[in-house]
């Protein structure tokens, strides 16, 4: 009952944004978004992932080995996401940021904090990281289906994960004013977003049944990969378990920021429901990942 709880403190917030959203949408069908967009891919995501990175007491050796682990779960998420997206005759680039990329954020790391304390948090944090730089790497890629040298080099979220590394590398204790500053981004950035959310779904029309299938997958078989990832690189452990528990949170959040600037409104649509569905899921699939996370990497 307690993970219930926990996942209900953890959740309510988000849909309750959701719902701010909803309103303003139905109330003023007109209200442009544009404004959050711009402030979280260019000055809100960048705060988030310097905060998230160097005030949870990660190391530098955490960070790199657990980047590499996220990648190669994500392989394992696109290989798998691909041929489901090629059964639903999906657009298999636009349309595979979802699948791949969870919610690992301000869902992941609080739930790990709950089942781990705060030695599951620097764990949580480094995967975390790694999913938002993907985000805004990757997931920009596959959803403008175009690669190109100059998404990196203007994009603020690489160079905040640069500084970030920085500072784990030479062990920088962050100024109490920059990790107050940050912090304050941060969370201003996800309550945006996620309204911005919630104007989207007055104005979006998906598939409800492409969407369970997708969700399914996402809440599902990300857990499926993960465990096959621990079980051939024999991690044991907390960290073994953050790692199983963040691979079965929802779409991200960040997968909808990403697509309404670079993909067409369908796909934006297709998303959107994405996120929202797979959320709803969560609160039935997290208790039951977070279980045998406990039972059997502690």
Known sequence: ???????????????????VGYFIGKKNPKFDTNFITNFA?????????????????ITLSIFTHYFVYAIIMIIGFSL?????????????????PPLILPNTGNMGVPICLFAYGTQGLGVASAIASVIILFHFTLGVFLAKKKFSLDILVKSPPVYAILISVFFLFFDIKTPLFLENTTFLLTYATIFL??????????????????????????????????????????LSGFAAGVLLIQSAMPSAIL?????????????????????VISTLMSFITIPIVVFFALKYFN
Request: glycine residues 6%.
């Open 1 to 19: 009952m307690e993970i219930y709880i926990k996942i209900f403190e953890v959740i309510f917030p988000v849909f309750f944004v959701i719902g």
């Open 41 to 57: 891919a260019n000055i809100g995501t960048p705060a988030m992932i310097f905060y998230t990175v160097t005030t949870t007491g």
């Open 80 to 96: 798998i996401g691909i041929l489901l997206l090629f059964f639903l005759k999906k657009d298999l680039s636009m349309e595979l």
């Open 193 to 234: 977003v996620l309204m911005s959310l919630g104007i989207a779904l007055t104005r979006f029309k998906f598939s409800m049944k492409d969407s369970i299938i997708i969700s399914l997958w996402r809440v599902i078989l990300g857990p499926l990969v993960a465990f096959a990832v621990i079980y051939n690189f024999n």
């Open 255 to 275: 997968n909808y920021l990403v697509g309404t600037i670079y993909s067409p409104k369908k796909v934006v649509d297709s998303i959107a429901s994405t996120i």
